[in-house]
């Protein structure tokens, strides 16, 4: 690992859900891990109310809370504490910079940090290019000789739609540039994510079938079994596709589709995967309806538990339109992928928490053994699993004992937790927070990518804005979403993976 230089990290939204539940506990395993820098400062930034002092008793609930390893010393917490700090200031308000100035020259010359800095936006969207734009006004990006470093971290979503994102780039790119920004996607940081790439390109026997002489389709899912809790007000004008499509799931597809990089390093991987994204198929306005399903769920009873739909869910308007299921299909245009179809799944409500990536291999050319054998085994299988319960798995073909040739699929499955006790995986917002200190982007969007994915998406959002008699249907929650979905298939006899069965056995199927 490379040697960690001192830094300040300024958290904007230090009391926010997400610095609580992630990004405290996170750089306090760091901390214990020996990870962070030798001297090292957090600055929390809110509206709140808070000393240093009260503002570290607050966190410290949060680590107890969220503790990996009951065996954690006190000492331990107490030492990691010391090292946050807090400023209440209002981040929209332009007056308040010099002051944040001002702090930020106290800590560096504390710790001795020579400017280099961490500024991360754990903040509402709107407040990207005003925060960014005050920290320029300031001269806080400063980079060089006498001034350090400076890096800026963006949360989801980068953009609402192509445009707000082309815009944002834009103003961004003005005041720090391209390889300073980093635009986090935390399930990069997924130490299963990470794995496909040593899957693919560390062994031999895999990469020479990765193509569309050997593989049929390639399905994605992340399905969630929750519903959208109380992030009603910002899922109201997202919806599954902007929440979890536009990033998440192409980002996924990217690693699985990319080309080998020539060179395991930031720029050659991230431009190997702009590749993929500049080659996924347009869907056509007039194709949406057909290669795009999408849903909403309602309300069920779910092992005896009524369960609300999502109109009923608070922050959420009466009669919404607004998607919590997604089912689509497309292509990729180049040599390696030509006429393979491309399945992405994502919904809310559904029967269980699961991210899969499933490899459906195409079926032997020649039935050496009959039809009716081989008639209800499914063609090979490799199922990548991103969580819960990581792993690899792989389905074949094996001979039932006894005479004649019975086929049954039997499975050769890996799971993360079989490499024994000792092994924790990592949160993915410990692994992208070392990256940004060490000033590795490989796991972080760029921005060209990021207009790329908001391009294949536009014609489908603006379709459904534009085209009334583009259905949304209901699906009770606990299933697996719409029936409709499975019209995207094109063969006989195909149909989506299903790792359970749905929690609902009757429900209100409906056009909403």
């Known amino acids: 690992m490379e040697k960690m230089e001192n830094c300040t990290i300024v958290i904007f939204g230090a009391t926010g859900d997400l610095t609580r539940r992630k ?147 834009h103003r961004v790119q003005q005041i720090f540039h391209e390889e300073f920004i980093y635009r986090i996607d935390h399930y990069l940081g997924k130490e299963t994510v990470q794995n496909i790439l040593a899957f693919r390109f560390a062994n031999g026997i895999f990469e020479p079938l990765w193509n569309r002489n050997y593989i049929h389709h390639v399905e994605l899912t992340a399905a969630e079994d929750i519903g959208v809790e109380n992030r009603g007000r910002y899922y109201d004008h997202a919806g599954a596709l902007r929440d979890m499509i536009q990033n998440h799931l192409l980002q996924l597809l990217a690693i699985i589709a990319m080309e080998p990089p020539a060179k395991f390093e930031a720029t050659t991987i991230r431009n190997e995967k702009l590749k993929v994204f500049q080659s996924l198929c347009p869907i056509l306005p007039e194709n949406v309806a057909t290669h795009v399903v999408r849903g909403q769920y309602l309300s069920a009873t779910i092992r005896g538990e009524k369960v609300n739909g ?158 009334p008699e583009i259905k949304l249907y209901g699906y009770p929650a606990g299933t697996w979403g719409p029936p409709e979905a499975k019209s995207l298939f094109m063969e006989p006899g195909e149909d989506w993976r299903y790792p359970c069965k749905n929690l609902v056995q009757d429900g209100e199927y409906c056009e909403l």
């Open 310 to 467: 999502y109109r009923q869910e608070n922050n959420v308007a009466v009669e919404s339109k607004i998607e919590t299921f997604v089912a689509m299909k497309f292509g990729i245009d180049n040599w390696r992928w030509g006429g393979v179809p491309f399945y992405i799944r994502t919904g809310k409500r559904l029967p269980t928490r699961v991210t899969e990536i499933a490899i459906h291999f195409k079926r032997t050319p020649h039935y050496l053994f009959t039809r009716e054998l081989m008639a209800d085994i499914p063609a090979n299988q490799l199922i990548l699993r991103i969580q819960p319960d990581e792993g690899i798995l792989l389905k074949f073909g094996m001979k039932l004992p006894g005479t004649g040739f019975k086929i049954k699929t039997v499975n050769m499955d890996f799971h993360y937790s079989d490499l024994g006790d000792h092994i924790d995986l990592p949160d993915a917002y410990q692994r992208l927070l070392l990256d940004c200190i060490l000033g590795d982007p490989t796991l972080y969007a760029r921005g060209d990518a990021v207009e790329a994915c908001w391009t294949f998406l536009m014609p489908v959002l603006e379709s459904w804005q534009n085209n």
């Open 23 to 169: 990004l405290i506990p996170a750089l306090f395993d760091l901390f214990q891990n020996k990870l962070l820098p030798q001297n090292v400062a957090m600055l929390g930034i809110g509206l709140t109310a808070h000393s240093d002092n009260s503002f570290r008793d607050k966190m410290n609930e949060n680590i107890v809370t969220g503790l990996k390893n009951p065996a954690t010393k006190k000492k331990d917490i107490e030492e990691f504490l010391k090292h946050l700090h807090y400023l209440s200031m209002d981040n929209t308000n332009r007056a308040a910079y010099p002051l944040l100035k001002e702090r930020l020259a106290q800590l560096d010359q504390e710790i001795q940090a020579n400017g280099n800095t961490i500024y991360y936006l754990a903040t509402f969207p709107n407040h990207f290019e005003i925060i960014t734009r005050y920290l320029g006004q300031q001269g806080m990006q400063k980079q060089g000789k006498g001034f350090g470093w400076k890096r800026i971290v963006f949360e989801k979503p980068f953009g609402y739609d192509l445009l707000s994102a082309q815009t944002l780039n």
